[in-house]
């Protein structure tokens, strides 16, 4: 199996270093809709500009309209997609099932992927979504090396794509509620305030100390790449 190196871009400057240094596709938001709401992210004309040399590079763009839409938000994507049709992206990585519909009927070029927020971590989820017509599957950072394996195993018709690296959600990726009950800033919505870093006053007896309780370790399957069986990792 040959690999994908996928890598992110916050803006535009941070996609030309991804390909320079090698990336075989870049995984980028727009000024909406994108689970990184606090990043520079891209617009239309530097979308347009970025996938040109991308492609002229024989490398891919996905573009990550990876949040939940509000009713009066899915409106706006006729007007979404047209751009993204204009600018010949590769990918949509998706997580509301509103949005996956009206790719489908609007523009069924591009192709659609899972994104690790509809937080899939079984062979079964990722087979229904292939069967609803995703391409790929972004597993569940939370899965073990042995689980991405045997959901690889039990799926070889869906590419699969997965992290290697990064931080971790102290709850389920796609499911925290904790940044918009503390701040109003939901996970979900790409805007959160990562509370789980902080440190926090533990009391035990007499003493008290600040500690990170909620802070996960980082993810680190960089030297398992090779013992993955997966098409892409980021």
Known sequence: MKHELLAPAGNIEAGYAALYYGADAVYLGLTKFSARAGAENFTFDELDEFT???HSLNRKVFVALN???TETEIKELPDV???LKRCRVDALIIQDLGVFYLAKKLI???ELHASTQMA???AEGARFLYNLGFKRV???RELTKAEINAIAKAVPEVDL???VHGALCYSFSGQCLFSALEFGKSANRGRCAYPCRSAYLEKTGNTEENSHLFSMKDLALEEDVLSLNALSFK
Do not use: M, R, S, W
């Open 161 to 163: 794509e997965v992290f």
């Open 81 to 83: 997609f047209a751009g």
């Open 108 to 110: 069924p070029e591009i």
């Open 67 to 69: 949040t939940i839409l």
């Open 120 to 122: 899939v971590h079984n």
């Open 138 to 140: 972004v597993l569940a």
């Open 52 to 54: 040109a040399y991308a």
